[in-house]
Antibody, heavy 118, light 108 residues
Framework: EVQVVESGGGLVQPGGSLRLSCAAS????????MSWVRQAPGKGLEWVSV???????YYADSVKGRFTISRDNSKNTLYLQMNSLRAEDTAVYFC?????????????WGKGTTVTVS | ETVLTQSPGTLSLSPGERATLSCRASQSVSSTYLAWYQQKPGQAPRLLIY???SRATGIPDRFSGGGSGTDFTLTISRLEPEDFAVYYC?????????FGQGTKLEIK
């Protein structure tokens, strides 16, 4: 089954760091665009970052300079390194596969991992 | 950055009724880069519509999308009990992605 599973969330103090992981099954992370999307408690979806198959990376202004998206091809895993965390980064973080090729949408989503900054 | 504004914020309807959800962009969006998602409490978003009007795999034909430029709509022709959820539109442009703030579809 094509799926992604996030891990690494937890409770961290303001100013601290955390690394999220997203393990993919039945497809290759490095051959796809992969994205992180977050959802603060009781709020809507917020796009965080994307890594293209070619390696280019892009970030929302709210996390630029603090978060880094990367992948480990040997582990077929996507990461999000989060530094200088703030209370407003508290959210459920979803990993998603992005479909390109004339379109742009996210077709495979994980169940999310919760990050609490307090 | 393209801002997506969804309306109404909350829509109260009964099963069997027709639902029309709106997504308005602050600047023109390519139709191929407009998608809709459904999210139920405690769950991940689920892709419904991509390319503004194409249904994702397994999505019932009571869901349809349309529009172009700055105005897009998601229509549910006859509401089923499982359709009551929050719906988000999403666009891609200039290497960035934005979501609308969501429309909550609740049972009247």
């Amino acid at each position: 089954e094509v799926q992604v599973v996030e891990s690494g969330g937890g409770l961290v103090q303001p100013g601290g760091s955390l690394r999220l992981s997203c393990a993919a099954s039945e497809f290759t992370v490095s051959s796809n665009y992969m994205s992180w999307v977050r959802q603060a408690p009781g709020k809507g979806l917020e796009w965080v970052s994307v890594i293209y198959s070619g390696g280019s990376t892009y970030y929302a202004d709210s996390v630029k300079g603090r978060f880094t998206i990367s992948r480990d091809n040997s582990k077929n895993t996507l990461y999000l390194q989060m530094n200088s965390l703030r209370a407003e980064d508290t959210a459920v973080y979803f990993c998603a596969r992005v479909v390109r090729g004339g379109y742009y949408y996210m077709d495979v989503w994980g169940k999310g991992t919760t990050v609490t900054v307090s | 950055e393209t801002v997506l504004t969804q309306s109404p914020g909350t829509l109260s309807l009964s099963p069997g009724e027709r639902a029309t959800l709106s997504c308005r962009a602050s600047q023109s969006v390519s139709s191929t880069y407009l998608a809709w998602y459904q999210q139920k409490p405690g769950q991940a978003p689920r892709l419904l519509i991509y390319g503004a009007s194409s249904r994702a795999t397994g999505i019932p034909d009571r869901f349809s999308g349309g529009g172009s430029g700055t105005d897009f709509t998601l229509t549910i022709s006859r509401l089923e009990p499982e359709d009551f959820a929050v719906y988000y539109c999403q666009q891609f442009g200039s290497s960035l992605v934005t979501f609308g703030q969501g429309t909550k579809l609740e049972i009247k």
